[in-house]
């Protein structure tokens, strides 16, 4: 070898380099421009616009409930055309049985199925992240606070990627026209059945089901007060990414299984795997297999050690940062109107003059007797792993409401658009209920109803201030009566016999009848 | 060898003959070049999918959410019925005879009804919500529109618009559409929904007997 050689060599290996990337580029582009996937998107954006954007729509533009139909109907209408087409495209070769013919090209089996495999995936993985844009684009435009979040972005693309490849080495190892559909159709059952368990998924019966992406959010405020801890999160994408890389080593060692199966069992797979050519390339694809294993099965065991966190949601031990648990700095949006100030977090602010308007007018009512509420302000839902319930606070009082319980009502901030006359008086119920029986903001089940003489000066009260009682047709006679005729009086009548008798009310020791 | 056996007509097969089994055979042919018995497997493992997921309670009890699970593999049997109906023959198989559309007719009405039985087998013993009747209406329309499907598509993605259709409804589910086109939502006795899902499937079945599915030269089989 002479110094002038040297440079030559190299020259040679970059020349032969690059044109083996043309030539992938090529197939790559062949692939791009053959596809399926983008024949069936116009379908898949009609399906998406009614199961997501339809579904995220009629949620209150919060980041963190608007990111969560990623993983709860997003992936379902992507699950089932990700699989199947997929599926349809990893079959092609045995289809139209061209796998003696391809098996002649200098490339490997591994290389071929890559390169069908990534144009699949690209156009997959494109029309999911424009989805995405699509809801956080809208959502951006709604929101009055915080910002997007990735993790739900991260696990919807990674449950992508694994039904494609779940779908994509069905294709390659049982081509057939039914391929595709039982793909779809499984993908599908198996999407439904992990989101039935995790919905039942509790510490004491075990919290594998964590495991899959589809799972209801806790509460309306959730990732509000408290970050929403990315344990979980990794532990999907670690559980989803295993299963794709040991499938992806799998497809390399394609033409060794399909042998294995055509000999009837015969041949040992060992005797397979040690043919001369290509040794290098199944010494990958076996250790590809083993990485992939082992992170799916420690994801599953890290999702066997989960636990329920103070704010409502998962934290895995392992995977735990302190950090998360540390509340969102946030300043709350404010409002006053005659002296009664209501307060919500920023997140909710597009509620704030509704709910003064609705609180207002009972506040006025009830305003200057002993534990009437000088204010309202919003408190996270959740408290060291419990629902808080709605009450007065002592010192100063205060009705203290959460975004998902205001009296006996659930969901409150859920919206109001259905029925925004009876979202009103439900915060209006809840506030007189916080007052009549004296009850402070709590952790635990939702609050008993209120004694009869409690209700009956309730819905005297709400009549008052021009709302329908709630209760009109469940309740007694007696009540009715008694409410019709406290009604009837003048406001300062009515402030005067609460003045005096508002603590034998709390107690529960006025009948209705005693009620003037 | 003389001319007069170079001349001399080839046997006649015994059974061709026969008119009986040779629309057997004609039947039996048309069939197996359509995978049908590979789809009866297919519509068998559905089947037992739903006894499975009924069984170990994979879907819900009660509610909307009850109807999901059962919707998906209704779907999955009628996506199924869709794909058998491609030919590997093509063009050249038009050709071939009148029986064509008949056998086209029956292998499809015949599969529909055999997807039918099979998933209430799968059912049998086991709650499922709504019962046999939205079972039945929702394989019937399903199925039409995959027939529906094939002529533009051709047989093999025959399944993509059953899917989306499926897809849709789980949302009209959840969001409590009533309209009857959207039979999987409607009760089991609603008229408008029995109507519109046997009006897409005769509509489909109908077309696809005169038509047949859409074939290209470079479909494989």
Known sequence: MTAAGIPLRTGRATARRMACLAAAGRLLRLEFKRNAVPYVLPLLAAVFFFNTVRTADGFPPVWTLRASVITDHMLFEFSAFAGGLAAWVGSREGRRKTIDLVAATPRAAWARLSVTLAGTLSWLLLAFLAGVAVLYIQTALQATWGGPPLWPVFVGTAAVIVVAMIGFTCGVFFPGRFTAPLVATGALVLYQTGLRQALGVTASSGTHALLSPASAQSSVDTGVYHHVAPDLSITQVMFMGGIAVALFGVLSLAPELRQLASSGGRTLLRAALAGADGRLLRAVAVILVACGVAASWTAFALAGTAKPDAAGGWEIPALHSAASDRPVPAISACRSSSGFGVCVHPAFGFYLNDLAAALGPVAAEIAGLPGAPAGAKEVASVNGGQDVQSGISVNPPVFEFTAEHVGSMFGQFYGSQRDPVGWREGFQQGLLDAFLTGRPPHAGPVPILLGPAQQAVEDALLTAVGSQPLSAGVTSAGVSAAAQRFATLSAGARRAWLAAHLAALRAGKITPAQIP | ?221
């Open chain 2, 1 to 221: 060898m003389t001319a007069a056996e170079v001349l001399k007509p080839p046997a006649v097969p015994a059974g061709a003959a026969w008119r009986g089994p040779s629309g057997v055979r004609l039947a039996w042919l048309h069939l197996r070049s359509r995978r049908v018995p590979a789809g009866i497997l297919a519509l068998a493992a559905c089947g037992a999918l739903l006894h499975a997921a009924l069984h170990w309670h994979w879907a819900f009890n009660s509610g909307p959410y009850a109807q999901q699970v059962p919707l998906i593999i209704e779907a999955g049997a009628a996506t199924v019925i869709a794909v058998t109906v491609h030919s590997p023959f093509g063009e050249t198989e038009r050709s071939a005879g009148p029986w064509l559309p008949c056998l086209r007719l029956l292998a499809a009405a015949g599969m529909c009804g055999l997807a039918i039985a099979l998933l209430q087998l799968g059912a049998a013993g086991e709650s499922l919500n709504d019962g046999v009747l939205v079972l039945a209406r929702n394989v019937i329309g399903i199925t039409g529109i995959g027939l529906l499907c094939s002529l533009v598509t051709g047989g093999l993605l025959a399944w993509t618009l059953p899917m989306g259709y499926m897809a849709f409804c789980q949302y009209a589910l959840l969001a409590g559409w009533t309209a009857p086109w959207t039979w999987p939502v409607r009760p089991p006795a609603d008229r408008g929904a029995w109507i519109c899902a046997c009006a897409v499937f005769t509509a489909g079945l109908l077309l696809f007997t005169i038509r047949g599915p859409r074939t290209r030269l470079s479909d494989p089989s």
